[in-house]
Nanobody, 119 residues
């Protein structure tokens, strides 16, 4: 069984920084893309950033220049460094990974971590 466990959310003031982590565990053969999505109250879930196994990445326009995604393949972990945070970044952030396990190849989701940007 594969699990994604996120950590690092919390309350931060505008202009502050946070670092999210997401670790994959279980019967993993390989991990393709890993990424972060977010969902604010009353809004649809949206892509924030995504990184492929070759380290190429893409970002939502709203976070370009402020957020950085990275991954540690040895630890099956993806990170999201968030800087210059704005109130509109407030949302539940979800980790997503495309994983080949002993049984199948599919997308997995984490449970979500709350990020609140407020003074």
């Amino acid at each position: 069984q594969v699990r994604l466990v996120e950590s690092g959310g919390g309350l931060v003031q505008p202009g502050g920084s946070l670092r999210l982590s997401c670790a994959a565990s279980g019967s993993i053969s390989s991990i393709n893309g890993m990424g972060w999505y977010r969902q604010a109250p009353g809004k649809q879930r949206e892509l924030v950033a995504y990184i492929l196994s070759d380290e190429s990445s893409n970002y939502a326009d709203s976070v370009k220049g402020r957020f950085t995604i990275s991954r540690d393949n040895a630890k099956n972990t993806v990170y999201l460094q968030m800087s210059s945070l704005k109130p509109e970044d407030t949302a539940v952030y979800y980790c997503n990974a495309n994983i080949r396990s002993d049984y199948d190849l599919r997308n997995y989701w984490g449970q979500g971590t709350q990020v609140t940007v407020s003074s």
